[in-house]
């Protein structure tokens, strides 16, 4: 008998795996220093989904620049607005070449910056959802000058996601997060004045999301009653499925079509059960063309059988 428990353990070891392997979804990327410079030479503003601009606060609108300038160094090329410029700020701009260091300046090579403008203004570095859907955010400010004293922040449709400082020279400042998006609606990556120098690194790479799968569980023993709370999201129509896994046992839970639904939604799912220890929920997301390309598995103690 135990040969037989272990091999059943086994097999439910490697079910379990096969379904949490990573799959192989596409998920379209947008890289703001990738495309900066064919949007530089070709003068437009805004460039595809990004735009580059001014403001003169992380939540106050932004007014695009509308001229093009070579900076100093002159593998720097600049979107600027002469009628407020001064000394080649504010910009939004890319290091188009090999890292630079003058004792003053800090670039990587091929970096994008933001420079604060010396009349306070903010340089913003604005992201236009495509489509709804949510977003992955990736990003990245770097202190890309010696003395430097600038405010960073990330906004999304007027609402502040995040904000930090940049006080140093080479100074790293991530953040990410995932958000929903419609149609129209923007990120802002922001630098503002600090009390210091103004040029700060930003990298910003923004995914498309094809599918969110999340689950939190919580027991009633009185009831005995298993609610799972899902947060589901997906770019294609698939066949969501879940299964209950406790010891060696795996038993489906449901199976339902799940139409496109572009922004995560709630959903609570419940199902009867007796107290049996430590159980799992094992979910995910089917294509047929595709196969799984979302899942989520997590436990909780349903107390002692």
């Known amino acids: 008998m135990e040969a037989s428990r272990n091999f059943a353990l086994s097999l439910a070891v490697v079910f379990l795996g096969a379904l949490l392997m990573p799959h192989a979804a596409l998920a379209q990327s947008y890289n703001a220093a990738a495309v900066f410079e064919g949007g530089w030479a070709n003068q437009q503003n805004p460039n595809g989904v990004w735009s580059y601009g001014y403001s003169s606060g992380f939540t106050e609108p932004v007014t695009l620049y509308n001229a093009i300038q070579t900076g100093n160094p002159v593998q720097t090329h600049l979107w600027v607005s002469p009628k407020i410029e001064d000394g080649y700020s ?22 994008l910056i933001l420079t604060v403008g010396i009349g306070g203004q903010y340089s913003d570095l604005v992201f236009t959802a495509p489509a709804t859907a949510a977003y992955s955010i990736a990003s990245e400010f770097r202190g890309a000058q010696y003395r430097i004293g600038t405010v960073v922040g990330v906004v999304a449709n007027g609402k502040v996601l995040f904000s930090s400082k940049v006080t140093s ?10 958000v929903s998006l419609k149609a129209g609606d923007t990120l802002v ?8 120098l103004q040029n700060t690194g930003i990298s910003a790479i923004i995914t498309v999301v094809p599918c969110t799968l999340k689950d939190t569980l919580t027991y009633d023993l ?16 698939a066949t969501w499925n879940a299964w209950l896994t406790s010891g060696n046992d795996i038993k489906e839970v449901f199976s339902i079509s799940q139409p496109i639904t572009k922004l995560p939604v709630s959903v609570t799912k419940t199902t009867t059960l007796s107290p049996e220890g430590t159980v799992g929920v094992l979910s995910t997301l089917t294509t047929p063309t595709g196969g799984i390309y979302c899942s989520s598995y997590v436990q909780v103690n349903t107390g002692t059988p």
């Open 90 to 111: 504010p910009n939004v701009g890319l290091n188009d070449g090999p890292a630079y260091n003058n004792g003053n300046l800090d670039f990587l090579a091929n970096e």
């Open 169 to 178: 020279v080479g100074q790293l400042v991530p953040f990410s997060a995932q």
């Open 189 to 196: 990556f922001s630098a503002g004045p600090g009390g210091g």
């Open 222 to 237: 009185t009831t005995k009653t298993l609610t799972m709370n899902f947060t589901v999201g997906n770019n294609a129509a």
